[in-house]
């Protein structure tokens, strides 16, 4: 039987469902806004089956709104620019976990203008390495130029691959910038919190597809089943 104490995450509502993951009484909202972004919930949690399978109004409406603040991110982007995208946020999202002190929105915004600068900048014949100014934003920074490096194809300077570079962290810098205003009343960092989010249902949604090839080859037998590489 769950408490009837104040929730210990938001200390405001009432602890009403027993957290497996925290091993105490959560109320539902912080269970179903902070479920998988703040809290690891275990695939055993009676709460996390349920959600999959049917999505609370206030979870659907969370997803909504990520989604149109985020999908106008990648129009005109090509492929390439688009797995770019999700590449430095995924980067981002990372190198904010360990962060300190803490990665705000406003240092990610610097970081990725000032890489986004120097790429092009050398577009142009000319080579200077731009630099935000808060050591948050020139940390985050040398992660993504570290990035850029390993991706960067060999032999290659001013390649076509570090122009879609430069676009894809101005489209970085701008939702940075416009995250807090655009999705009002969120908690800060609100670009980062997004970012968390959207990581999580993309590796909730590949493990799934995970889950149907692997059905769907213990369906067809061995030798039956053909993934394109």
Do not use: W
């Not at 701008?174 to 590796?203: F, H, I, Q, S």
């Amino acid at each position: 039987m769950t408490s009837q104490t104040t929730c210990p995450l938001c200390s405001r509502r009432k602890a009403k469902r027993l957290c497996p993951a925290l091993e105490r009484a959560i109320c539902p909202v912080c269970c179903g806004t902070k479920r998988l972004v703040e809290i690891r919930c275990p695939p055993s949690c009676p709460y996390l089956s349920s959600a999959r399978s049917h999505p609370a109004a206030i979870v659907q409406r969370r997803e909504d709104r990520d989604l149109e603040f985020f999908v106008p991110l990648l129009s005109n982007l090509t492929e390439v620019q688009y797995q770019l995208l999700l590449g430095f946020q995924g980067v981002t999202v990372k190198h904010a976990e360990s962060a300190i002190p803490s990665l705000l929105d406003v240092d990610v915004a610097d970081a990725a203008a000032a890489v986004a600068a120097t790429l092009e900048t050398a577009g142009k014949g000319i080579i200077f390495e731009h630099q935000p100014t808060s050591l948050p934003a020139q940390r985050l920074a040398t992660t993504l130029r570290e990035t850029i490096r390993q991706l960067t194809p060999e032999g290659h300077t001013a390649t076509r691959f570090e122009r879609d570079a430069a676009i894809t962290l101005r489209r970085h810098e701008e939702a940075a910038r416009k995250a807090e205003k655009a999705l009002a009343g969120d908690a800060a960092p609100v670009y980062l919190n997004l970012l968390g989010r959207m990581m999580t249902r993309l590796k909730e949604n590949a493990a799934r597809d995970r889950e149907t090839v692997s059905d769907a080859g213990d369906a067809l037998g061995p030798g039956r089943l053909i993934i394109p590489g």
